[in-house]
């Protein structure tokens, strides 16, 4: 079973730094690219960043570029976001998402971990 | 950047009605198009892929077409339980991956 499971969302002050994890398990994962994925309070879906199966190619949203640094380490199953100079734009929950086909980049995300909630706020 | 717009942004259905559901892309994505389920507390999930392809235990009530830039999703006999809000998604031209802004599926 396929599991993806953030963690690291707490409550950080405008400024102020951040990393988030997603511990992943039940699948092969130095095989397939994987996206962070936000969500405002009350919100709709924003994309965030996406990092490739190897780790060689990362992508970022203009709203965060800069600023988040998406990585990996295939060696433990792991995907991060560093987060940094945060603001109160920045608040909501964080979803890593896993894309459906291996080896690929441009695809539907199929699995979704349960999400961590980053509020800024003094 | 494709800009994904839904419509309607709420829509109310009696249990075993019909409900579409439309989504229109800024220009075209091809078949290159998502379905998400969010249910209230719940991460997003997979329905319907390249248009209309369910993903695997999606339900044969809900059914996905279009292609270029209008998609619909259907559920063609509403249940309780598809109460949540739905998204669309293009996956094609990116960064970045866009969706719309949501549809609330609400029981009349």
């Known amino acids: 079973e396929v599991q993806l499971v953030e963690s690291g969302g707490v409550v950080v002050q405008p400024g102020g730094s951040l990393r988030l994890s997603c511990a992943a398990s039940?699948?092969?994962?130095?095989?397939?690219?994987l996206h962070w994925v936000r969500q405002p309070p009350g919100k709709g879906l924003e994309w965030v960043s996406l990092?490739?199966?190897?780790?060689?190619?990362?992508f970022y949203a203009d709203s965060v570029k800069g600023r988040f640094t998406i990585s990996r380490d295939n060696s433990r199953n792991s995907l991060y976001l560093q987060m940094s100079s945060l603001s109160a734009e920045d608040t909501a929950v964080y979803y890593c998402?896993?894309?459906?086909?291996?080896?690929?980049?441009?695809?539907?995300?199929?699995?979704w971990g349960q999400g961590t909630l980053v509020t800024v706020s003094s | 950047e494709i800009v994904m717009t839904q419509s309607p942004a709420t829509l109310s259905v009696s249990p075993g009605e019909r409900a579409t559901l439309s989504c229109r892309a800024s220009q075209s994505v091809g078949s290159s198009l998502a379905w998400y389920q969010q249910k209230p507390g719940q991460a997003p999930r997979l329905l319907i892929y390249g248009a209309s392809t369910r993903a695997t235990g999606i339900p044969a009530r809900f059914s996905g077409s279009g292609s270029g830039t209008e998609f619909t999703l259907t559920i063609s006999s509403l249940q309780s339980e598809d109460i949540a809000v739905y998204y669309c998604?293009?996956?094609?031209?990116?960064?970045?991956?866009?969706f719309g802004q949501g549809t609330k599926l609400e029981i009349k």
């Open positions: 039940g699948f092969t994962f130095d095989d397939y690219t």
């Open positions: 990092i490739s199966w190897d780790g060689g190619s990362t």
């Open positions: 998604q293009q996956y094609n031209n990116w960064p970045p991956y866009t």
């Open positions: 998402a896993k894309e459906s086909s291996s080896w690929y980049l441009g695809d539907r995300f199929d699995y």
